[in-house]
DNA sequence: AACTGTGAAGTTTTTCACAGCC
DNA sequence: GGCTGTGAAAAACTTCACAGTT
């Protein structure tokens, strides 16, 4: 989703997809093995192998022909492109039941991620253990999100409230925002934002149903 | 998402941003607004307002010209496209701080999905109640499911779960499935499936950021 | 004057199909 | 024989622009 002006000439909707052939990938990996084929990988995850070879070819050659793909390799270079071989510091604002399910999530840390702070508006849970975190309240957020460089945050707060908490994140210094609230989010260029609506998901699917 | 073969001509694309509209336009509602137009709709979700009549135009004539969509009308229209005009029954399997999560979530009820049941294999959660429900065995799944003629379900169990789960899900008559595991789902023709993996969104954005 | 609905034009994305390499 | 990388073709999707309606 490029906010706005995209600087490079890749189609999002190929980034897009890089993240779900990763997770393919590292899964293949745990399972030990070493090499795939494009036609494997699509098998797997529905999806042509031609596209996989295009998609991967924006970015270079990673594969043998006659060969496919060597695993651990390829998994490297999508890091790389993603920029997933580092750890991001991410903020989570709210700390109710979802912001708790989120802030124990194991999955995060081996991905990329890492919670590093929770911060919530409610004076009665200001102070207690979320994770490892001690929960701040909301008006530490620019400050500990400045000091600390944070540009990626999760947003796990009611409707009402995400897009305030939106824009003084934003003001922070935030650039990409994972919105768990089910409202669409006005964003200034360069701020990239995605959306995690299950009912959303829901209603796509009942569309086909009888 | 069709999982294959698609009976109708209508793009899945368009199907995707029905929930957005519609959820924009339950929004204005509450806000105490009659009508709207493509235009103003556009600006508050980043489309272009050629792109929401277009696809409105789909499904027929819901607006009048020189005055735009009445938005009570328009929302009836959308949910009956969605089939979310009536309640849907949701199964939701597993009963960790994901299931909790969503078991807890207040906001299904009102947008067209009900949990009524809560499926888990750790034998000290079964019998406990999480929401409103009682946490039943795995083994009751098939008999539950096909009793209450359940077409939907969650997923949030760990990722080596996951497939099996799935594959439990569809023998027992569920069509549509929400799933929270990170890893692609394997499913027969005429099963739709959709992805929650926060981790995908967050590895999408960071290509962007420096 | 404001706005929809829609063919036509333009753009993007996917698939095809094959040369080249292992 | 099996597989990649890639131009070219095909398909899908978005935007344009305007006739027609309120």
Redesign the interface.
């Known amino acids: 989703?490029?906010s706005n002006i995209v600087?490079s000439n890749i189609p999002d909707i190929v980034?897009?997809r890089?993240?779900?052939y990763?997770?393919?990938l590292t899964?293949l990996a745990q399972e030990g093995q070493d090499v795939t084929s494009s036609h494997e990988l699509g098998q797997?995850?529905?999806i042509s192998s031609a596209q996989i070879r295009k998609d991967l070819s924006h970015f270079g050659g990673f594969g043998k022909q006659g060969t496919g793909y060597q695993i651990a390799y390829l998994i490297e270079q999508l890091k790389q492109?993603?920029?997933?071989n580092r750890e991001?510091d991410?903020a989570l604002v709210g700390a109710g039941?979802?912001g708790?399910?989120?802030a124990?999530?194991r999955?995060?840390s081996d991905?990329?991620?890492r919670i590093v702070c929770v911060f919530d508006s409610d004076a009665d849970k200001i102070g207690r253990q979320i994770g490892q975190h001690v929960i701040e309240p909301f008006d530490h957020l620019k400050a500990t999100i400045t000091e600390r460089n944070i540009?990626?945050a999760?947003i796990a707060v009611p409707?009402q409230n995400a897009q305030g908490v939106a824009d003084k994140l934003i003001d922070a210094g935030v650039?990409?925002i994972?919105n768990y609230a089910?409202?669409?989010l006005?964003v200034p260029s360069g701020v990239?934002v995605?959306?995690?609506?299950?009912?959303?998901?829901?209603?796509?699917?009942?569309?086909?149903?009888d």
């Open positions: 989703m490029p600087s980034i897009g890089l993240p779900i990763l997770r393919a899964r797997r995850l529905g492109v993603l920029k997933v991001w991410v039941d979802l708790h399910a989120v124990n999530y999955g995060f991905r990329g991620f540009r990626v999760m409707a650039r990409a994972l089910p409202i669409s006005n990239y995605q959306y995690i609506d299950p009912v959303v998901h829901l209603q796509r699917m009942t569309y086909y149903l």
